[in-house]
């Protein structure tokens, strides 16, 4: 048996961290005396415990620790990477944001429609047209496809309603958007599953247009930027 700090340093986890693992069930010890509470680890217990080490450092929380044992470890590793690649393109697009401001300043009172919410019968049908047709991301925490970097003049959300779960009597939505290259985003727009509406056309009282039916039947006026 091995007391605590001998377990800490052939397992490499602190024994704030051993302590912790052992109040929350993750590691609990071998043996813990009654008469003093000190604890004892077995020898068994050490590749158990140098695991967790090493998922430590990966910053993996306790809960996702927990579930190798049940759902195995590549699998948690996997989830585990899609949350930190989550985390990386976050820190990402404030960076990007960063460079932003410092190129052209940060932008103060500015009062526009940020957001629309549209129906669709097929919710992944419609996200998945929209980020191939637009580039959109989608936060699924929230239902709603992201065009632009928040909080600069191109932040826009598209948030996606279940037509059997947010009934809308107004039926489909009209909304629009600019875009850099008008007969290049109609073209793609149709390639992703969009019905051409109106083709593009110039008029003398706003910029180069079209209009195209999204898979829900939302309609999309598009506009040159």
Known sequence: MLSIGSFSLVTGLSITALRHYDD??????????????????GQDQISQARLYAALRRLRMPVDAMRAVHERGLDTVLAEHREHLQAQADSLTQLIETVDHYLEKGI??????????????DEPQTS?????????ASYHQEINSLQFGTYPDDDFFLLTI?????HPWSGGPTKFGLLVDDLDAAHARALAAGAVEIESPIDTPWKPRSSIVMDPGGNHIDLYQG
């Open 127 to 135: 996200i998945a047209f929209y980020r191939n047709a637009f580039d």
């Open 24 to 41: 929350v069930g993750l590691l609990p010890p071998a043996y813990v005396d009654p008469d003093t509470g000190y604890r004892r680890y």
């Open 161 to 165: 309603a279940n037509a059997e779960r």
């Open 107 to 120: 932008p103060v009172n500015t009062k526009r429609i940020t957001q629309v919410t549209i129906v669709a």
